[in-house]
């Protein structure tokens, strides 16, 4: 798409709505724009607005104030921004209250939070129905999205290249309560027309996947153009040489905006409480009718829980799957407390030190 094309589009069309108007009204008032963040790049930023596309960098109160990567702008938000025409781009002085985020724990030991994508209304969990196929990832996953405050869509991609592909679909609607399952083939471009319900005018989707299940054929899909660039799959391990290796918003023919993520290659989880009791609640429903309301579904008389899964009500490894979530999740819980109580240690120290200058001057 030519950058005309671009031009010709109005804010509605990047999913502006009168949610965002209203927050916006007081920067208005004094002479600001408003932009939705297309596409990040370390430390700068291009926006869709009004106006056309733009570059634009946070200026450095935004970043001062700024406790972890989760604070500064991120794909998919609205900020508010100030032109600066002698350079050629313009200022990022705040960001509008996000109507939901996805973000995930930033890789390696740390558990600063990333945001993977913001104000997005649909997230459509991509796996294939191939090798890729595990029902304990797509739970995961389910997490992920439930906790975002988008609504889930799982697609099942490559029903090509099975037979079975019905069967594994009611598979995935067992674990998957409360979400579309939808089975297609990108390659093919069969069952693509069940996803259009989706992405209207100003509709946000978000597309989260592993590696190699076919979410940049099924963007360009989406797009009706080769804007992702994909590469054949190496024999043997069924992993897509090609990866994204940035997050983009898209326009689509359809009117919606397209959001496509890089691997998820470490997933892991924040503490997430609602997409916990969203994934699994059957198991949570079941456990409400335990006899003691602090079951630990252990030795305890009374335990549904136990009950369920010795008829086959609760599937076993849909339930170990939940017990480790929780515990990962606990885990998580304790290294945050015990990082916020470091920071408030060296917030602390820092003041003292501050007084500690000022009373030897005087």
């Known amino acids: 798409m030519s950058d005309d094309w671009h031009t010709m589009l109005t804010l509605e069309d990047y999913g502006w709505n009168d949610s965002f108007a209203?927050?916006?009204?007081?920067?208005?008032?004094?002479?600001?724009?408003?932009?939705?963040?297309?596409?990040?790049?370390?430390?700068?930023?291009?926006?869709?607005?009004?106006?056309?596309e733009t570059w634009a960098e946070a200026t450095g109160r935004l970043r001062y104030h700024a406790r972890e990567a989760g604070d500064l702008p991120a794909v998919g938000d609205w900020v508010v921004i100030r032109r600066v025409p002698e350079e050629d781009k313009a200022k990022i002085y705040e960001i509008l209250p996000r109507r939901s985020k996805f973000s995930r724990k930033a890789a390696g030991r740390e558990t600063q939070e990333q945001i993977v994508a913001a104000n997005v209304d649909t997230v459509f969990l991509v796996t294939g129905l191939d090798n890729d196929f595990n029902p304990r990832r797509i739970e995961r996953y389910l997490i992920m999205a439930?906790?975002?405050?988008?609504?889930?869509v799982v697609v099942l991609n490559k029903s090509d290249l099975i037979e079975d592909a019905e069967e594994k679909k009611r598979a995935i609607e067992l674990v998957a309560p409360g979400a579309p399952v939808v089975l297609l083939s990108a390659k093919r471009g069969d069952g693509?027309?069940?996803?259009?319900?989706?992405?209207?005018?100003?509709?946000?989707?978000?597309?989260m996947g592993s590696s190699g299940v076919g979410k940049s054929t099924l963007v360009n899909l989406l797009l009706g153009s080769d804007v992702?660039?994909?590469?054949?799959?190496?024999?043997?391990?069924?992993?897509?040489?090609?990866?994204?290796?940035?997050?983009?918003?898209?326009?689509?023919?359809?009117?919606?905006?397209?959001?496509?993520?890089?691997?998820?290659?470490e997933l892991q989880l924040l503490v997430s409480e609602r997409g916990l009791r969203e994934t699994f609640e059957d198991i949570e429903e079941v456990s409400l009718r335990c006899r003691f309301s602090d079951c630990r579904h252990e030795n305890e008389p009374g335990c549904a829980i136990r009950e369920a899964l010795s008829t086959g009500a609760l599937?076993?490894?849909?339930?170990?799957?939940?017990?480790?979530?929780?515990?990962?999740?606990?885990?998580?819980e304790v290294r945050q407390d015990q990082r916020k109580s470091q920071e408030e240690k060296s917030r602390v120290k820092r003041i003292t030190r501050a007084f500690n200058k000022m009373d030897k001057r005087h």
Not at 238 to 258: A, C, N, Q
């Open 228 to 265: 992702q660039r994909t590469q054949a799959v190496r024999a043997g391990d069924e992993r897509g040489k090609h990866t994204t290796t940035h997050r983009e918003l898209f326009v689509m023919s359809s009117g919606g905006i397209l959001l496509d993520t890089p691997g998820m290659r």
């Open 315 to 332: 599937d076993t490894e849909r339930y170990r799957n939940y017990g480790k979530m929780q515990a990962e999740m606990r885990q998580l």
């Open 146 to 152: 439930w906790e975002s405050g988008a609504e889930p």
């Open 192 to 207: 693509v027309g069940q996803l259009l319900p989706f992405t209207g005018r100003g509709r946000t989707v978000a597309l």
């Open 22 to 52: 209203e927050e916006f009204k007081p920067f208005a008032a004094e002479g600001f724009e408003a932009g939705r963040v297309s596409l990040q790049h370390n430390k700068v930023y291009m926006l869709y607005t009004a106006a056309g």
